[in-house]
């Protein structure tokens, strides 16, 4: 049974995306960190975040956290491109400190920049992600700050998260829509040896990623790298590790119906899920 705002004997990672891409995320944290209770939220009801405003991303992301604190974590990950994109930074200076200062949120596009420059060997590396967080120019940003001598080029590619939620991965629209944002990509640079997957929905793509793209570019997971990171982080901060409830519970909440979320959530986590419905 979970019990509401008990920290000592519920107190979850949050992990947060704006649908199902999350699932990805959380798979692979489970896979390492199996000890931790989880409570995962989707909001599905107001997804794609991807095309939506700076404003409106932060305003659904602050919320969703503070459902995500108010069921006990103390820790949440956006396991969520977009909204590390756009709405971290505010969330961890403007309203933590007036929350909770010991509450922490991290996100999942710095433990990528940081180890990213390390797999490319031309030092040209490619980014595949939602037209948010391409336009809020974070992976350069943050790309630059660790790796200054990598040169970065960016591929919005907004009709790959309605293809994935629509169940077209296995048709045709996938395969010309993978093809050209590919061929895009490449386009602006022939020397990118390494391609970040940034955002949560996309290693659904991998298969027709692999097909086209060409010989010998490496696809960044992110999913591995973000639970390396977070193992990373939680050693450093023993804290908030002590804080962390580790009775190997999975919990899943979606904003919009959970019979549905039911359906296609295997499709990305893995396996089978019983979440509840988040009224917002
Ligand atoms: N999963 C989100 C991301 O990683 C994108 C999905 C959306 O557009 O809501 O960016």
Aim: overall charge neutral; proline content about 4%; some cysteine.
């Amino acid at each position: 049974m979970l019990i509401i705002n008990s920290k000592k004997t519920y107190s979850p990672i949050g992990v947060f995306d704006s649908g199902y891409g999350g699932l990805t995320i959380l798979k692979e944290l489970v896979e390492a960190m199996p000890q931790y209770d989880y409570l995962y939220l989707g909001d599905n009801a107001r997804a794609p975040y991807g095309s939506r405003s700076f404003e409106t991303v932060y305003d659904y992301t602050l919320e969703c956290v503070n459902h995500l604190f108010v069921k006990g974590c103390e820790l949440v990950i956006l396991a969520c491109n977009t909204a590390s994109a756009k709405a971290l930074r505010n969330i961890q200076q403007k309203d933590l400190p007036l929350i909770d200062s010991k509450k922490r949120v991290l996100g999942v596009i710095r433990p990528t920049t940081e180890v990213i420059g390390n797999y490319s060997k031309t030092k040209h590396i490619g980014i595949f992600a939602t037209s948010g967080t391409v336009s809020s120019q974070s992976y350069v940003i943050e790309i630059e700050k660790s790796f200054p001598e990598v040169k970065v080029f960016q591929e919005a590619c907004p009709m790959w998260v309605p293809l994935i939620e629509n169940n077209e991965l296995n048709h045709e629209g996938a395969e010309y829509f993978v093809k050209k944002h590919i061929e895009q990509l490449f386009a602006q640079s022939k020397k990118i040896d390494t391609v970040i997957l940034g955002c949560t929905h996309y290693p659904l793509l991998k298969p027709l990623l692999e097909k086209y793209l060409p010989d010998g570019v490496t696809i960044l997971m992110q999913g591995s790298i973000v639970s390396h990171g977070l193992k990373d982080y939680l050693f450093r901060h023993p804290e908030m590790e002590t804080l962390l409830s580790k009775n190997g519970n999975l919990d899943f909440y979606t904003t919009d119906s959970a019979a549905v979320f039911n359906k296609n959530a295997g499709l990305f986590f893995g396996k089978e899920v019983k979440s509840n419905h988040l009224a917002l």
